[in-house]
């Protein structure tokens, strides 16, 4: 989780948030007494918005800051834990159950978390709430849900419409002022008077104050004049209010609005609300433009169409550093399915849908090897809900396991690269079970597996992975999954403390990839790993010749993940040879890299590595050395078993806190290193590269600062 404190994970508000003063208050006193707060309400009755504005206003008070976690685009109750550890930023690489990882990495924190859209996984986040506060003494949550979660100790705040009626004094009800604030975006210079002021208070008793549909109102200004528009809902509130009759009123005045806005839409552009609804989360133009064209709705339409649901409020735009993106609220999307449903070709989309993701996809593992990884890592995270959607798509419908298998094994970078190891064991899992038959296809999802359970420190599952795959590359002919099997050995063969047949399975694995023309990051990190099967086992000079041509293979082809193990690596060869100063700059800027792809364990051996040098030299500082030991310490935990309980791995650790004993007493080796644990990710790492905040820097006390009296150990 980032450690800033304040909304430093809330998205920026995109419109003026308008009235709701005392529902503000009273979730604000709510939040100050209870640990969970459940918003309910109809669809569009602005329970996000007003969970959202509450939690930027209370963020300052949480040390750990307020943090948003979008549940709706998530369908699978089992990757709820994994979304809401993605929204925290609290990446995982261990096969524990992310609940369990959740459940760990908050129970010392005190943050305010906002789960928004549970009405379809209630069930789930009940359970997952009531896990999270039982844990954590210091987490407040605030759910926003069409129906309570029905949790021990949820505290409800039922939210209404907005007013229709004049208050005191006469002013103008918020509905009204709602509707002038986004009529003014709409038509420039439009404010409520004597002449208008009328025909909007009967608009808005009409829509019943619901202020999605007051925006869906407000967006036909450009067409229709307020009287007119009034006029018009009088006409149709008949008809569209047909339907389901048992419906609560609120929610039939929404399907109303919406329904309105619908057929005040062309036909084109109801199609393409309709189309709309296959996608999760937010998506750029190009996907529609491959998704939804065609079959009645032309390609060269689609821009001008997206302009105009714009313009209508129908989707929100959503500007960011790269292209502009879109989505559509939840309640505007499920209006869409269900034409998309009726009209029958709702499985054709999703088929569309899945197929544009896997390209996304194809296309990312080609571009991970050279200078544009930062960019496919940040366009493969933006298209997570969608490729979650496209998995889920794959692994549903029958005839499609093979693309299931392919999708997520091509995701290996997104998996490995960026702290997605659980999720990737998920999808992985689910595709090999529903596809047993020997394919290309199965024989890269078991490598891959392999590889993700390696990583986890889980060599039960890895290895029989592995040599399944390598079995089936010999008996089908398969040379390249045949290299990857192998390569995959290796590593398990080094974290298994077996340098030696460690080296000879990457020897074996760099001729095969030799053979097949292979270039690419897993190569490259094939010669890392093989530099240090050959410095684990003493042979200083073969690493140094591994480093340095990994170093020109790195640097000719722009490619930053594995040139971040590769200055971990020249870090851990100059500091060998006495060479502090540049192997201390060597290993931040290692750590820095892995932390722009969140890899955590690239972080974590650049960190204790620093911990190390930290005690040698004439600088040296013990004490800032166990800061980092306990701060490495803390992201072991999310990595897996520390070191994977590799002797190898293990022995500069071991030496960091040998010194760190021998120097501090035990009251400061204590105070040093629960310093440390009590760092986040984002803190530990400003720390290690030399800045963090006063509170991060802050210097553990000496044992004379604390009268003498003894500080409990810190157990590792």
């Known amino acids: 989780m980032g450690s800033t404190s304040g909304a430093g994970r809330l998205p ?25 707060v459940t918003v309910t309400g109809p669809g569009g009755v602005g329970k996000s918005r007003l969970a959202l504005r509450a939690a930027a206003l209370l963020a300052d008070g949480f040390p750990d800051g307020a943090h948003l976690a979008e549940v709706a685009p998530v369908r699978d109750p089992l990757l709820l834990g994994h979304a809401v550890l993605e929204a925290l930023r609290l990446t995982d690489h261990t096969a524990r159950p992310p ?6 990495q908050l129970a010392d924190r005190e943050a305010l978390l906002v789960l928004d859209g549970c009405e379809h996984l209630v069930a789930a986040c009940a359970e997952l709430v009531d896990a999270l506060l039982r844990a954590a003494p210091g987490l407040r949550v605030v759910a926003t849900s069409r129906q309570s979660l029905r949790t021990a100790g949820e505290h409800l705040l039922p939210l209404a419409p907005l007013a229709c009626e004049p208050v005191g004094g006469g002013a103008d009800p918020e509905a009204a002022l709602l509707f002038a604030d986004r009529a003014a975006a709409v038509l420039p210079g439009f404010r409520l ?70 057929e005040l839409c062309t036909m084109q552009e109801r199609l393409l609300w309709a189309r709309l ?37 129908v989707l929100d735009r959503l500007d960011g550093d790269g292209a502009v993106r879109f989505r559509m ?41 050279g200078p544009r990884q930062a960019r496919t890592a940040e ?27 392919v999708l997520a094994g091509t995701l290996w970078y997104f998996w490995v690269c960026t702290g997605h190891l659980g999720e990737g064991r998920h999808w992985l899992d689910r595709a090999l079970a529903l596809a047993p038959e020997p394919t290309e296809a199965r024989a890269k999802a078991l490598w891959v597996t392999g590889y993700l359970a390696t990583l986890q ?43 030696v047949r460690a080296a000879e399975l990457f ?21 890392f790993e093989l530099a240090l099967a050959h410095f684990f086992q003493g042979h200083e000079e073969d690493g140094r010749a591994w480093i340095e041509r990994l170093r020109e293979t790195c640097e000719e082809h722009g490619e930053q993940w594995a040139y971040g193990y590769c200055l971990y690596a020249m870090a851990f060869a100059r500091r060998q040879g006495g060479d502090l100063g540049p192997a201390r700059a060597l290993a931040r800027e290692s750590m820095r890299l892995h932390h722009l792809f969140r890899d955590l364990l690239g972080i974590v051996l650049a960190m204790d590595l620093l911990a190390l040098l930290a005690t040698e030299g004439p600088d040296a500082d013990l004490g800032e050395a166990r800061v980092l030991q306990g701060a490495a310490h803390r992201i072991w935990r999310a990595v897996g078993t520390p070191f994977f309980g590799s002797r190898s791995f293990n022995g500069p650790h071991l030496e960091c806190e040998r010194r760190a004993r021998d120097g501090l007493t035990e009251q400061e080796c204590a105070a040093a290193f629960r310093l440390g644990s009590r760092l986040d990710l984002d803190a530990a790492v400003r720390r290690a590269l030399g800045g963090g905040s006063p509170r991060e820097r802050e210097t553990p006390p000496r044992s004379e600062d604390r009268g003498g009296v003894p500080l409990a150990g810190q157990r590792e």
């Open 12 to 36: 920026a508000e995109v419109t003026s948030f308008v009235g709701r003063a005392a529902e503000l208050d009273a979730l604000a006193g709510l939040v100050g007494r209870a640990r969970l």
């Open 277 to 313: 609804s296959v996608f999760a989360g937010g998506f750029d133009l190009e996907a529609v433009e491959y998704v939804c064209a065609g079959h009645g709705l032309a390609a060269d339409e689609v821009l001008e169409l997206v302009d105009s649901l714009v313009d209508k409020s």
């Open 507 to 527: 020897e074996e694995a760099l001729w095969h990839y030799d053979a097949l023309g292979e270039l690419n990051s897993h190569v490259l990190m094939a010669m």
């Open 329 to 369: 609220l939840d309640t505007l999307r499920e209006y869409g399915a269900g034409w998309l449903r009726a009209g029958g070709d709702r499985p054709r989309l999703l088929r569309r849908h899945r197929d544009w993701y896997l390209g996304l996809a194809t296309w990312g593992e080609v571009e991970w090897f």
């Open 379 to 405: 366009r493969t995270r933006l298209a997570h809900p969608n490729l979650r959607a496209a998995l889920e798509f794959s692994l549903a419908e029958p005839g499609e396991e093979q693309l299931a298998l």
């Open 457 to 499: 420190g889980d060599l039960d599952r890895a290895r029989p992975a592995l040599e399944e795959c390598r079995r089936q590359a010999l008996d089908t002919g398969d040379d390249r999954a045949l290299a990857y099997a192998v390569h995959r050995q290796g590593c398990a063969a080094l974290i298994g403390d077996e340098p």
């Open 193 to 262: 008077d004597h002449r208008n002021r009328n025909g909007v208070a009967l608009l808005c008793r009409r829509l019943d104050g619901v202020p999605l549909a007051l925006e869906l109102a407000a967006g036909r200004l450009r067409t229709l004049s307020v009287e007119q528009l009034a006029a018009r809902l009088e006409d149709r509130f008949r008809l569209l209010t047909g339907g389901d009759r048992t419906a609560p009123a609120r929610h039939r005045t929404l399907r109303t609005a919406i329904g309105w806005s619908h």
């Open 99 to 104: 609940l369990d990882v959740l459940v760990e």
